[in-house]
């Protein structure tokens, strides 16, 4: 397998920082739902959570979708794997989500990179930018899934009391976790595709109708 150069792992840190206008920082995937009714409450249930995510929830998902989409052969592949992801991302709240963040991240990197994608959704447009851009796969699932990660912990920081050293601890805890998730997305195919993060998902439907709420998610 094709490992990263200094330049390949450079383009995927601006892809994934919290800088690249995405707008990732404005939702929380469920995660105020959850802290509004208790059930993560401390960097303790946050890190049971995110590990649900990443191993049973999207986190698992998106890097099978990421994955397939760095691997697909055509462009009409790639429009049916993106209707599949829409698909599978059951809550409004989940596709709107992917949808948003996909969109925003195929604008810019057809205006800086000059890489033409459709909008996609997230994960699809990163595989098939990564694709386009010669970036070897498995870095790309392991840094995607590192990024979503740190972006729940930082939504996290803004909705209950989180200090920064204690979310740090959270995103150092779950960095193994996440190339684990990669380096097994990368091994699979769709097949393995499932979710049964299902508290994650009645989250998102509850977040919906949730007043007050400072996330689009």
Same mark, same amino acid.
């Given at each position: ?52 995510? +990443?191993?049973?929830? /999207?986190?698992?998902?998106?890097? #099978?979708?990421? &994955? @397939? %989409? ?6 009409? $592949? ?73 972006? +729940?912990?930082?939504? /996290?920081?803004?909705?209950?009391? #989180?200090?920064? &050293? @204690? %979310? ?6 779950? $960095? ?42």
């Amino acid at each position: 397998m094709a490992t990263a150069t200094d330049l390949d792992l450079l383009t995927l840190a601006q892809w994934l920082s919290p800088a690249y206008p995405v707008g990732a920082f404005a939702y929380s995937h469920g995660l105020e739902r959850l802290v509004q009714s208790g059930a993560v409450h401390d960097a303790a249930s946050l890190r049971d959570w995110l590990h649900d995510v +990443l191993e049973h929830g /999207a986190g698992w998902s998106d890097a #099978l979708f990421l &994955t @397939a %989409a760095w691997r697909a052969k055509s462009e009409l $592949a790639v429009t049916e794997l993106d209707d599949m992801a829409r698909a599978f991302a059951g809550p409004f709240e989940r596709r709107f989500e992917t949808a948003q963040q996909g969109a925003a991240f195929c604008g810019v990197t057809a205006a800086v990179w000059g890489i033409e994608l459709a909008d996609l959704t997230y994960p699809v447009a990163i595989g098939s930018a990564a694709r386009h851009a010669g970036l070897p796969v498995e870095p790309t699932a392991r840094l995607y899934l590192h990024a979503f990660i740190s972006n +729940l912990v930082s939504a /996290a920081q803004r909705l209950m009391p #989180l200090g920064q &050293t @204690a %979310a740090q601890g959270v995103v150092r805890d779950m $960095a193994p976790l996440c190339a684990i998730q990669a380096h097994a997305a990368v091994e699979a195919d769709l097949s393995a595709l499932s979710g049964t993060a299902f508290l994650a998902e009645i989250a998102a439907m509850q977040h919906e109708t949730q007043q007050p709420r400072i996330f689009r998610t």
